[in-house]
């Protein structure tokens, strides 16, 4: 399940089109199957992966931004 909560933390930061529903039933579902020993921790890093993605995406964005045609 930790392997799985980058790719849908980032994804969801980086193409996040106006849907909730990814973030609202990922942390729900990654809260009720992990163990009690690593719940906090598998949950801290969806989120981390989210707000890493958004970063990513505003760095990309930056970048692109500032090529100019011709």
Do not use: D, W
């Amino acid at each position: 399940m930790a392997t799985g909560a980058f790719p849908e933390g980032a994804s969801g930061g980086a193409g996040y089109s106006g849907r909730v529903t990814p973030f609202v039933s990922v942390p729900l579902y990654l809260s009720e199957m992990a163990p009690p020993k690593y719940r906090g921790a598998i949950n801290n890093f969806f989120e981390l992966s989210v707000s890493l993605g958004i970063l990513f995406a505003n760095i990309i964005n930056y970048f692109v931004a500032r090529i100019t045609a011709g």
